[in-house]
């Protein structure tokens, strides 16, 4: 069985090497921080996530060209978009990229998730994976 790669500690400025996110002595600040991090976010609907980007999402999937997820991360992909995704992460629904149609793509759940609040452009092709030679 192959072990795990080590890395430094998450915790700023631990020297030390671990299998884990932090070493024994910072173990608790992952849990303190997602805890931080929950209390700070602002709900779906505040986000803009409202009636109005439902209908819009339900609208955008239905489409053709958006069936499948342009990501396709990894292994987890579910192949079919079930979100729509914002390619550059917007702040809210007062950001101009928000709406911006040019800034929107197909997603399933994991790959939206997996990507998180980075700017990638998917660009997965159906019966192709990513890491093939296009032809």
């Known amino acids: 069985m192959a072990s795990k790669t080590l890395r430094f500690c998450l915790h700023p400025g631990c020297r030390t090497l671990t299998a884990q996110k932090y070493?024994?002595?910072?173990?608790?600040?992952e849990a303190m921080r997602a805890a931080q991090s929950d209390k700070l976010r602002k709900n779906a609907n505040q986000r803009g996530?409202?009636?109005q980007w439902g209908r819009y999402s339900k609208a955008y999937l239905a489409h053709p060209d958006h069936q499948l997820c342009a990501l396709h991360l990894d292994g987890g992909?579910?192949?079919?978009a079930q979100c729509v995704d914002h390619i550059k992460p917007a702040n809210g629904s007062g950001d101009p990229l928000f709406w911006d149609p040019t800034n929107h793509q197909p997603a399933c759940?994991?790959?939206n998730s997996v990507k998180g609040r980075k700017f990638l452009r998917g660009e997965y092709v159906f019966g192709r994976g990513?890491?093939?030679a296009p032809g």
């Open 23 to 29: 070493c024994e002595a910072h173990k608790g600040d």
């Open 49 to 51: 996530y409202n009636y």
């Open 77 to 80: 992909c579910a192949i079919v």
């Open 109 to 111: 759940i994991h790959c």
């Open 130 to 132: 990513g890491d093939s």
